[in-house]
């Protein structure tokens, strides 16, 4: 047994070099603490870089934790223009790249480590008598193969989720001969205009998919199809004909001028042929045939296609953590306090109540999930959220109770649920997957949340201007936007 007071000389482990990652790391410098951070991709955040061709719908003001740019603008960083929109490459190269380079920051981030299991040092998930006591035991796997045990007194698990995207077909589950087709099918959002250009250059191109990440692929293809002669895009998404008033978003009525440009050009795409929407359609079946994939739903079969891009979202990988007591929403897979504030059938990402390390607690104490990962299967959260929620979480972790108790919002002016925040995967708040989604009703055209208010603030949550930055207390997170 290893006595405690050595344990309190343990790192907190972070898994996961994205944005929210770092920002951990950063929160925890800031409080005195030695964290280390393990990222299984050869650069930080490898995550981001996986659409790094993509433009994000927000500033860079809303892009940069505060406690990262602290330490940046101590070493003499030059922020990017804040109302300029990066791609996410450039959110690597131009602020996690620098972030983890600094000297404060660099000896604690290790690329090349996957993390492949966390446990408590010398108890299964079964054992009870003295498991609070133990620190945690990370099994890490280098570039090389070799794996090797790291012991830390916490865990803050940032690994997001785009590593796991859901499948094609409807049901949750692959659909039948989905996995025997992972060479012809792409799940995100694919480079069709750079590195992956030659496969869908020419070719019958199926989208499967209703939320930005899937305007952006079919945008990006009509694209290449003006450039490339024989190229044709389907689209196809599982919302009925009858409910599609709201599916490209608020037009020139969105808080985000370039979000509702981007649903109101695929709108006119649609309109005017050149590209075939087919509604209603549930995925079921993808057979390989002489005449190309046909992909088949309950009730018909779509034309055959060369290369299906399936834009449905995404879901934790909670395999990791398997030797842990996790307490977590059954449906969501988000930490259970959390799955009734973000649930997408009843929330869009602007009512979404404020929360910290409270709604992130499990009965394994030290261990918490956060950012995109900290939402399961929910596809609203915001990169801010997840500032918010690691600022939280580190004072939790160095013994600041009334730090982790308070809730910090910095919002935009217009307020939380026209803000335009970004959302972590790289499209804008409220940018539900509808196909994920039973009841997009949260997130109608005209805005980008329904307005509320919030007693107490200036100026209200949702409706109208509010502070820069809201503190609310424990007491008042329900009151915001819910």
């Not at 925890?28 to 603490?33: F, I, T, V, W």
């Not at 740019?69 to 490459?89: D, H, V």
């Not at 919002?411 to 997009?440: Q, W």
Request: aromatic share 4%; net charge negative.
């Amino acid at each position: 047994m290893i006595p405690s007071s050595a344990i309190a000389r343990f790192p907190v482990a972070i898994i996961g070099a994205g944005p929210v990652g770092l920002a951990a790391a950063a929160h925890l410098l800031a409080k005195g603490e030695e964290p280390v951070v393990f990222e299984a991709g050869e650069s930080v955040g490898a995550g981001v870089l996986a659409w790094g061709h993509v433009r994000l719908f927000s500033p860079w003001r809303y892009v940069v934790d505060g406690a990262a740019a602290a330490l940046l603008a101590e070493a003499g960083w030059t922020a990017p223009e804040p109302e300029g929109y990066p791609t996410g490459r450039e959110v690597v190269e131009r602020y996690l790249a620098p972030l983890a380079a600094l000297p404060a920051l660099r000896p604690f981030v290790r690329l090349g480590a996957r993390v492949e299991a966390v446990a408590r040092d010398g108890f299964d998930k079964m054992k009870t008598d003295g498991r609070a006591d133990a620190p945690f035991l990370l099994t890490v796997r280098a570039a090389a193969g070799r794996e090797a045990p790291f012991l830390a007194k916490a865990v803050i698990d940032a690994s997001g989720t785009t590593g796991t995207p859901n499948p094609l077909g409807a049901a949750g589950v692959p659909a039948i001969g989905e996995r025997g087709l992972r060479g012809r099918v792409a799940y995100g959002i694919p480079d069709v205009r750079g590195v992956d250009r030659a496969a869908y250059a020419g070719k019958r191109v199926l989208v499967v998919g209703s939320g930005h990440s899937a305007f952006n692929a079919l945008l990006d293809l009509v694209d290449l199809a003006a450039e490339a002669p024989g190229t044709a895009i389907t689209w196809a998404i599982r919302r009925p004909a009858d409910r599609l008033a709201t599916l490209f978003g608020g037009g020139a009525g969105d808080a985000l001028p370039a979000r509702g440009a981007l649903g109101e050009r695929v709108r006119a795409l649609v309109a005017a042929g050149r590209l075939r929407l087919v509604p209603g359609f549930r995925a079921a079946r993808v057979t390989e045939t002489a005449e190309g994939i046909v992909v088949a739903g309950e009730d018909e079969a779509l034309p055959p296609v060369d290369r299906i891009v399936v834009a449905t979202g995404f879901r934790p990988d909670l395999s990791l953590l398997a030797e842990l007591r996790l307490d977590l929403d059954p449906a969501i897979e988000s930490p259970a306090a959390l799955g009734p504030l973000i649930d997408p059938n009843l929330h869009s990402c602007g009512t979404v109540p404020p929360h910290g390390e409270a709604e992130l607690r499990q009965p394994e104490p030290g261990l918490y999930v956060v950012g995109m990962k900290s939402y399961g299967r929910a596809p609203t959260s915001l990169m801010l959220t997840g500032y918010e929620q690691v600022r939280s979480v580190a004072c939790a972790l160095t013994g600041d109770a009334a730090g982790a108790r308070e809730v910090r919002l910095v919002l935009p002016e217009t307020g939380v649920c026209s803000s335009g925040v970004l959302a972590e995967r790289g499209v804008a708040c409220c940018a539900a997957d509808a196909d994920t989604v039973a009841d997009e009703s949260a997130a109608a055209a005209g805005g980008c949340c329904a307005p509320a208010t919030v007693e107490g603030a200036a100026g209200g949550c949702c409706g109208g201007s509010v502070p820069q930055v809201i503190q609310l207390t424990a007491a008042a997170r329900g009151g915001c936007c819910s």
